[in-house]
């Protein structure tokens, strides 16, 4: 790869009718430029355009005399509106062909299903002639790398589940040995600060970064910070973000939950618990069984998660986990005392080590003269009970889910990463 100047630079084109109509939002070209940013590789063009091949091809046309890389994302799939990989192909002058390894992955994945294999579904095995195939490991649309002129081409299916892994096993490390770099990463997330806090506590870290470099993402409900290191190897890159890793986890404090691209907060304390052999029940007012839920999307989790109970009733806390109906009367729903028996009324029905309790204002009316946002989270455990108050903002549903993570949190504070 030449490059038409000493640094690269991209265009991205993401391709679907649906996103021009506001259908759906495309959290695939954000991802791919923070990847690209990572290899120093500048990103300046980003578009948006239909499933129009006419109006494709203008794009094509436009960044084939601007841009040393070319994404196009979305348009691979079986269907008549996915005109993506043609209109590469007949942009580049070329015939479409078939990859054997993707048609060979689709057949496969026909019988397994037990579906009869279709002309349009091995359109997704096709690829521009002279293509390096890129394998797509959660989907079945092969994605293609062609050079001409000096220029690559790239084209990547549209579903985020299929494109994310694309571009970190496929494209990146492609581009990382065509740059010559070694390329380290990683995200530490962080829950229970604001970005303005983060990026506040960490201005002596950031001001003073040079390799490797330091982003903040704000990732509903959390924080992450990427690190990103440049070195001569692999190794000797890691070993450059370790000791910045360290510094920042040191100053934002118990806020670290973890690492990883994708790794929520249950995700991470639901395997500690896990790993831990550690039980853990719930009773839900205000989230609904949004807290079991987000537990019941870990992998293994039955192992330590038996049940729980959402009691969004005043009575159903009675008669489902014994809160005494006087507690309730006395202090009411939304009080230190309710999330306290939620909490111990679980613990002791469901007989696990921990059990957390959950009650609340969601909004946005008030309940019992509580502003929306007041939520009480009490933990049970075999050493006693703690309850705490929270004041939180945002919608019903981001309530509902700071206060999810929130009990995550208080649960990851006691039984550890």
Known sequence: MSGKENNMKAEI??????MLLGEITDTNSPYLARQLAQLGIDIYYQE??????????????????????????????????D??????????????????????????????????????????????QGAIPLANRTGLAVGSWNTVNGTVYVTLPGPPQECEPMISEQLIPRLAQATHQAIAS???????????????????VINAQTNPTIAIYYQFPDIAVRITAQAADQAAAEALIAPVAEKIKDLLGDAFYGTGEHGSIAQVVGQALIQRHTTITAAESLTAGAFQAALGTVPGISA??????????????????GVPAALIQQYGVVSTQTAQAMAEGARQHVGTDYALGFTGVAGPDTLEGQPAGTVFIGLASPTGTTVREFHLLGSRNEVRARAVAWGFKMLQDVIGR
């Open 13 to 18: 084109i993401a391709v679907g009718t649906e």
């Open 83 to 128: 005109v993506t990989k043609e209109t590469v192909a007949a942009f580049l002058h070329v015939p479409l062909v078939t990859d054997p390894v993707a048609q060979e992955k689709l057949t496969a994945t026909a019988a397994r299903l037990q579906h009869a294999l279709t002309p349009n579904n091995l359109i997704q095995a096709q690829l521009p």
């Open 48 to 81: 948006t355009v239909g499933d129009n091949p006419a109006r494709i091809t203008a794009l094509l046309d436009q960044a084939s005399r601007r841009s040393d890389l070319v994404v196009l994302m979305g348009g691979l799939g079986p269907t008549a509106d």
């Open 186 to 204: 990683t995200m530490l997330r962080f829950y229970g600060l604001t970005e303005s806090v983060i990026a506040a506590k960490l201005a002596p």
């Open 304 to 321: 330590v998660f038996p049940g729980g109970y959402v009691t969004y009733a005043p009575e159903q806390k009675t008669a489902m986990i």
